[in-house]
């Protein structure tokens, strides 16, 4: 499974590239793409790709405890939320035009448009793909998932080679893009997302597993479909709620230019958690529910525990890595040679560096969120996750619309408040689950060793940092001499701590 979000995580990377390589940071192109591009991944990110996927794994679990297995009811809660997921995908692609008006300025409104129609049926082959991954899942099948998005990354990059072949503009404009060009990257874009699904169907299938249309018949089967369609109401509500944020977000990149910016640094900061956490998360989540479902409390406040223990043991180090070396990052990989030394893409580069290094400090925040996240689900805990939700988008509104007075933080700020809302998320959430499980539950018992070990390993990275940019100009060469260094010194300054985690990994193992 590590191996396998390893590689969906590389060829994204690879993708972010070859997308900045076409449409360019801080071009209009680049902002029309992101912005249409929003929609889909924001529900598959919020909704399927956490939210639904932790309300559907319990909801599977528990159902199992049926003479059949669960297979029947499956099969009705499969049937139902690809009917929605129809209806909603239909739905957003006759919005496309309103919705491009709520994300981005006038002149980038109608290339917006056309993305968005191109882009907007992932909605539904998102779903399925969620759908598919939580029956997998529950049949103790984890590697596929992991896998299918490397599928989906690979598609995306045929896509851009092709928006380089065919006729148009080297470097378009949202005025001189061609039609061409236009069809090529956004079709391409969501044949991905098709593919990615179909093979996760392909291994469902292969365990055995067939798909029937199936509605309620039995009182048992009402109920407990009537208990999923709670779930999902309150997944919905948690999502509508988060929509706030992310529009909020998207409006104020949009018209200061910055989006691909603040997209760039997130792809950055998201590799981390998606190759160790999101891993370890899947694994645990099956046990996860069926402890809750027997009400076995012990065995709830033991995964979370350790699920916490995981986050902040393995991303700590890593978080105070990417503060200190964020730039640097950032202009190595999206300011350097691949894509020319010219001004424009050192000063892009530096920027994605700058969001990077002022959001990094969120990483495990955002990790612990979506760890209680699964375990309130488990719990069948609808109302605590969308207050809490609510609390995190008012810290991000409140931050954004007073930040942007600010033209100097213009492009941090908006890291930052997302940042800052995962950390009120984090308290909030660790708060509600102590005052459930008791003192000492979850995570506060093991920040003092992984913040000693983090605070000295970047100190000495930050020292060579000094010492390389004394002697060295501001340059792609510096950076990437600086990452190389700083990079080698922050790993043998965790020698010892590397041990320890090692040691944390197998005991949660």
Known sequence: MALGSAASRATGFIRGLMLVSALGTTTSTSVSYNAANTLPNMVYELMLGGVLSSVMVPTLVRAAQMPDGGLAYTQRVLSRVTVALVIVSLAAVACAAAL??????????????????????????????????????????????AWAPALNNVAVCIAIVGFWLVPGPRRPTPVSMSGAQIAVLGAGTTIGVVAQTMFLLAHLRRTGYRWKWQVPVDSESSRRTSEFRAA???????????????????????????????????????????????????????????????????????????????????????????????????????????????????????????????SAWGLVPFA????????????????????????????????????????????????????????????????ALSNRFGRGAG????????VIATA??????????????????????????????????????LIRYGRYAIATLRQTS
Request: positive net charge; contains cysteine; hydrophobic residues 55%.
């Open 368 to 431: 612990l969120v979506m760890i209680q996240l699964r375990v309130f689900y488990a719990l069948h805990d609808l109302r605590t996750p969308v207050l809490i939700n609510i609390g995190m988008v008012a810290t991000k509104l409140g931050l954004i619309l007073g930040g942007t007075r600010i033209s100097a933080l213009r492009v941090e700020w908006l890291n930052i408040a997302t940042s800052a809302s995962y950390l009120v998320g984090a308290v909030v959430g660790h708060i």
């Open 456 to 493: 000295s390993a970047s100190t000495v990275a930050l020292m060579v940092v000094v010492a390389v940019h004394t002697n060295e100009i501001a340059s792609w060469r510096a950076s990437a001499i600086t990452v190389g260094l700083a990079g080698t010194a922050w790993l043998v300054a």
């Open 232 to 358: 999902v109401r309150s997944a919905f509500c948690y999502v509508l709620i988060s929509q706030v944020g992310v529009v909020a977000v998207q409006r104020a990149g949009s018209y200061n230019g910055h989006l691909t910016t603040f997209a760039n640094a997130d792809l950055l900061l998201q590799i981390p958690f998606g190759v160790i956490v999101v891993s370890y998360l899947t694994a645990v989540m099956p046990s996860l529910s069926a402890a809750a479902a027997g009400r076995d409390l012990f065995n709830v406040r033991r995964h979370y525990a350790e699920m916490c223990r995981v986050a902040i043991v393995t991303l700590l180090p890593i978080a105070g890595f990417l503060i200190v070396l964020g730039r640097d990052i950032g202009v190595m990989v999206f300011g350097g040679a691949a894509f020319g030394r010219s001004a424009a893409t050192y000063t892009g580069g530096t920027q994605v560096g700058w969001a990077l290094a002022t």
């Open 443 to 450: 995570e506060r018992s093991t920040f003092r060793r992984p």
């Open 100 to 145: 491009a008006d709520l994300l981005v300025p006038p002149h980038l409104r109608h290339l917006t448009a056309i993305f968005g129609a191109l882009l907007l049926p992932e909605i539904l082959f998102y779903g399925l793909a969620a759908l598919a991954t939580a029956v997998l899942n529950v049949r103790g099948k984890f590697a596929s998932s």
